[in-house]
């Protein structure tokens, strides 16, 4: 099939490109994430539109997971059409992940973890769900406290081996655990390349610890849920909208207690700081989040190319003054956001 749709021309002269860790590696400050929207609830042309005007607009990197959708698995089929009907031509211009490490078949060897068997024969389906024959990055998506780390490691060094994987990287695994991951696969002749935790301005626990060891590591860092899954945008000024994420397939993960009045509170001092930047509060705290250079990439989750474009305009205004997020931090407090709170602190 011929692509009808052509990339822009002029997709590289804006979008800032950062080295990832000590690794040769380059993303764009901002990437697209998989996670909602890209299922089958999500109709193929709207995928269509954000992934294109994403990548018009210089986002080279797609994050994808084994169980995104709804339902499970949904995500990589869309995305592995895209691949075919139009980007073929691009396929060496992307960075293209997808991690195994939640629940996603049934039986014993499909619930999840870091086992040899789960971790590669999730590859294997992802891989095929995809169409390709390697994907760029590889993540363990969570720590496993039921299967020892040299196993897990082990696997992510059988699939860069096999070719089925260029980098590995692991997902919400605490600063001690990261450490470890990164000796074992040291031992294995495969840097880890990148960690990917939750990081937002009501979820700043990467700041104890985990950005510290990355540096030591060399690894980079990929933040996701930098909006909070919408909470820190202006859809929530004004009480629950009838299209937010919780009323919608697959929004679960947005709980009515993360929209406690406590956090809207916050939220609404947060945009009254957004707006003297000239900014939205969604542009503000993609910002927050790249203001840190060991922070590599965040992640962007949209519903529509509208969404996106907004987004990328967060990066005409990358720079704080030391007042401006001194009045941040006031408002910045943990506002129990953080659904990977048990993976990033070893729990089972």
Same mark, same amino acid.
């Given at each position: 099939?011929?692509?009808?749709?052509?990339a822009?021309?002029?997709?590289?002269?804006?979008?800032?490109?950062?080295?990832?860790?000590?690794?040769?590696?380059?993303?764009?400050?901002?990437?697209?994430?998989?996670?909602?929207?890209?299922?089958?609830?999500t109709?193929l042309?709207?995928?269509?539109?954000m #992934?294109?005007?994403?990548?018009?607009?210089?986002i080279?990197?797609?994050?994808?997971?084994?169980?995104?959708?709804?339902?499970?698995?949904?995500?990589?089929?869309?995305?592995?059409?895209?691949?075919?009907?139009?980007?073929?031509?691009?396929?060496?211009?992307?960075?293209?992940?997808?991690?195994?490490?939640?629940?996603?078949?049934?039986g014993?060897?499909?619930?999840?973890g870091?086992?040899?068997?789960?971790?590669? #024969?999730?590859l294997?389906?992802?891989?095929?769900?995809?169409?390709l024959?390697?994907?760029?990055?590889?993540?363990? !998506?969570?720590?496993?406290?039921?299967?020892?780390?040299?196993?897990?490691?082990?696997?992510?060094?059988?699939a860069v081996?096999?070719?089925?994987?260029?980098?590995?990287?692991?997902?919400?695994?605490?600063?001690?655990?990261?450490?470890?991951?990164?000796a074992?696969?040291?031992?294995?002749?495969?840097?880890?390349?990148?960690?990917?935790?939750?990081? @937002?301005?009501?979820n700043r626990?990467?700041?104890?610890?985990?950005?510290?060891?990355?540096?030591?590591?060399?690894?980079?860092?990929?933040?996701?849920?930098?909006?909070?899954?919408?909470?820190?945008?202006?859809?929530?000024?004004?009480?629950?909208?009838?299209?937010?994420r919780? @009323?919608?397939?697959?929004g679960?993960?947005?709980?009515r207690?993360?929209?406690?009045?406590?956090n809207?509170?916050?939220?609404?001092?947060? !945009?009254?700081?957004?707006?003297?930047?000239?900014?939205?509060?969604?542009?503000?705290?993609?910002?927050?989040?790249?203001?840190?250079?060991?922070?590599?990439?965040?992640?962007?989750? #949209?519903?529509?190319?509208?969404?996106?474009?907004? @987004?990328?305009?967060?990066?005409?205004?990358? !720079?704080?003054? #030391?007042?401006?997020?001194?009045e941040?931090?006031?408002?910045?407090?943990?506002?129990?956001?953080?659904?990977?709170?048990?993976? @990033?602190?070893?729990?089972?």
């Amino acid at each position: 099939m011929t692509p009808t749709w052509q990339a822009a021309p002029g997709r590289y002269e804006t979008m800032p490109y950062r080295r990832c860790g000590t690794s040769g590696l380059k993303l764009p400050a901002l990437s697209l994430g998989l996670w909602h929207n890209f299922g089958d609830t999500t109709p193929l042309s709207v995928q269509r539109e954000m #992934a294109t005007t994403a990548f018009d607009l210089g986002i080279t990197h797609f994050d994808l997971a084994n169980n995104y959708g709804p339902p499970y698995g949904s995500a990589e089929i869309n995305f592995g059409r895209l691949l075919r009907e139009d980007f073929r031509p691009y396929r060496d211009e992307l960075i293209i992940s997808t991690k195994a490490g939640w629940d996603m078949w049934p039986g014993p060897y499909g619930q999840g973890g870091g086992s040899r068997k789960y971790v590669l #024969a999730s590859l294997d389906q992802s891989l095929k769900r995809l169409g390709l024959d390697y994907v760029d990055i590889f993540y363990s !998506h969570r720590f496993d406290k039921d299967t020892p780390l040299a196993e897990t490691a082990g696997a992510l060094a059988q699939a860069v081996r096999a070719g089925k994987a260029l980098y590995v990287g692991i997902s919400s695994y605490s600063p001690g655990k990261t450490a470890e991951m990164a000796a074992l696969l040291k031992a294995e002749g495969v840097p880890l390349l990148i960690h990917q935790p939750s990081y @937002n301005l009501l979820n700043r626990w990467i700041e104890r610890g985990l950005l510290d060891t990355l540096a030591a590591e060399g690894a980079g860092c990929i933040a996701f849920t930098a909006l909070a899954q919408g909470l820190l945008s202006d859809k929530y000024l004004n009480g629950i909208p009838a299209d937010a994420r919780v @009323n919608r397939p697959g929004g679960g993960s947005l709980m009515r207690e993360h929209l406690s009045e406590a956090n809207l509170a916050r939220v609404r001092a947060l !945009h009254a700081i957004a707006q003297r930047r000239g900014q939205s509060l969604a542009q503000m705290a993609l910002a927050w989040v790249l203001r840190d250079p060991r922070v590599t990439t965040t992640l962007i989750g #949209a519903s529509s190319a509208a969404q996106i474009r907004e @987004n990328v305009a967060a990066l005409q205004n990358l !720079h704080f003054s #030391a007042e401006e997020l001194a009045e941040i931090d006031a408002h910045a407090q943990d506002g129990g956001v953080d659904l990977w709170r048990a993976p @990033n602190t070893d729990w089972a």
